[in-house]
């Protein structure tokens, strides 16, 4: 195994570099680069290094490292942290999308993936509730839903306001608002499933290092040099999956890929008979007051709700408000009282997530239009997260052959005529 060592003085204010060879150890050498006054940075060579292990991060780092590559995960915070978009407990999964007919069937086999990790690991990962997706019938969320179920011959129902309200009476929506019920439907235990995906890697012989920021990388012919405050490691190949900090890493992505300050709020229903498991499928509800979005009680007390774009504040994760105030409760019990208000009870919990969003709200995974042996993923505008097992897929497919099986015309770069990032 090839290391280069950096070595640094340590005996000023301010590090210097001293000297830098390149040498051949044993892993197992207990003695490597020791000597008083100094610290040795070793640098290792890996097949691929992934750049955030979140979600789609974490399933990346167990994709390539199942394919027998030798894989790095770097990761600036815990695995799991409640600091990015992944963290909340629960992620809406459906196959009704009104997004676009295009995801469904990456849909079909994020379940299939989803479904293999579970028996790997053992533990419920996907939950199946049914899902409910509402609006006007001229609404994107109502019409781009039917519209899926029609192209990809999906089982659904149409149900109006009252057959929506008898089914599940957690429900109480206005006459002019219409549902399309999708049994599949249902949500990813976030935290759960990041876990698990380590886990599954570490079984696989990858290596993942949290609180371990990355400093900066570069590309070159021969590969790829990231450097970290513990020191520089080289690979072959990198997967950039880093979330709300992507624009840090590729300054090209700050006009593409924007993060945007969220809020999930907990409630105790007035009748919980209603908002249990079984009784009360996960939605998306698109309404004058904005687009609402929910999940039955599970993992911690109270029906759970937020709203996308839910104050419209454009920030920078490392200085965002990550506290919750009386104006991100307004905002979502606007929705919880004119919608479902049994479950309008006392707060239990609020929190703050993000959403990273792209200029159309679709993805963008591709590879690096100038640097090949770099794939990027980022700008899951909020409904990303039930795709981790399918885009890690993916995103293993990308860097190691360059292609992938899937159509991805949708998520590429070209959209955005970024031609330099």
């Known amino acids: 195994m090839t290391f280069a060592a950096v070595y640094w003085s340590v005996s000023g204010e301010k590090r210097r570099k001293h000297e830098t060879e390149t040498r051949t150890f044993r892993s197992s050498d207990p003695q490597i680069l020791q000597s008083r006054g100094t610290i040795a940075v070793v640098t290792t060579t890996y097949d691929a290094i992934v750049i955030g292990v979140g979600g789609m991060g974490s399933a990346t780092v167990y994709e390539l490292a199942r394919r027998g590559q030798r894989v790095l995960g770097l990761e600036r915070y815990d695995i799991p942290h409640d600091l990015g978009s992944s963290h909340g407990v629960t992620r809406i999964i459906r196959l009704a ?76 929506l206005p006459p002019d608002i219409a549902a399309v019920y999708q049994a599949d439907g249902g949500f990813v235990l976030s935290e759960r499933a990041i876990v698990n995906f380590v ?73 919980p008979e209603h908002f249990k498991l079984g009784r009360f499928p996960v939605f998306n509800m698109e309404a004058p007051e904005g687009h609402f979005y929910g999940f039955p009680i599970f993992g911690i007390p109270g029906f759970k709700i937020g709203r996308y774009h839910h104050r419209r504040e454009l920030v920078d994760p490392e200085t965002m408000n990550r506290g919750c105030d009386p104006e991100d409760e307004a905002v979502l019990r606007e929705g919880i009282r004119k919608y479902f208000p049994d479950a309008d009870g006392p707060t239990l919990s609020m929190k703050t997530c993000l959403f990273t969003n792209s200029p159309d709200e679709h993805f963008i995974i591709d590879r690096h239009p100038t640097l090949p042996q770099v794939t990027i993923a980022a700008g899951f505008s909020g409904h990303g997260f039930k795709f981790c097992s399918v885009v890690g897929e993916i995103l293993a497919e990308l860097a190691l052959e360059g292609r992938s099986r899937w159509d991805l015309t949708l998520f590429r770069f070209s959209r955005f005529a970024i031609t330099d990032p």
Request: charged fraction near 25%; include cysteine; charge should be positive.
């Open 97 to 172: 999308y009104w997004e676009d007919p295009a995801y469904v069937p990456l849909l079909r086999r994020a379940f299939e993936l989803w479904r293999e990790l579970e028996l790997r690991c053992g533990e419920r990962l996907l939950v199946v509730t049914g899902s409910i997706d509402a609006g006007r019938p001229d609404s994107r969320t109502f019409a781009g839903a039917l519209r899926s179920c029609a192209i990809h011959a999906l089982p659904h129902e149409v149900l109006d306001a009252a057959a929506l309200r008898r089914r599940f009476p957690g429900y109480q």
């Open 199 to 271: 886990d599954a890697a570490h079984e696989c012989g990858a290596e993942i290092h949290a609180r371990e920021p990355v400093l900066d990388w570069d590309a070159s012919p021969d590969g790829v040099v990231v450097r970290t405050p513990v020191t520089t490691y080289r690979a072959a190949r990198l997967v950039l999956t880093a979330g709300s900090w992507s624009a840090s890493l590729v300054p090209a992505l700050r006009s593409v890929a924007r993060p945007e300050r969220q809020v999930m709020l907990w409630v105790q229903p007035r009748r």
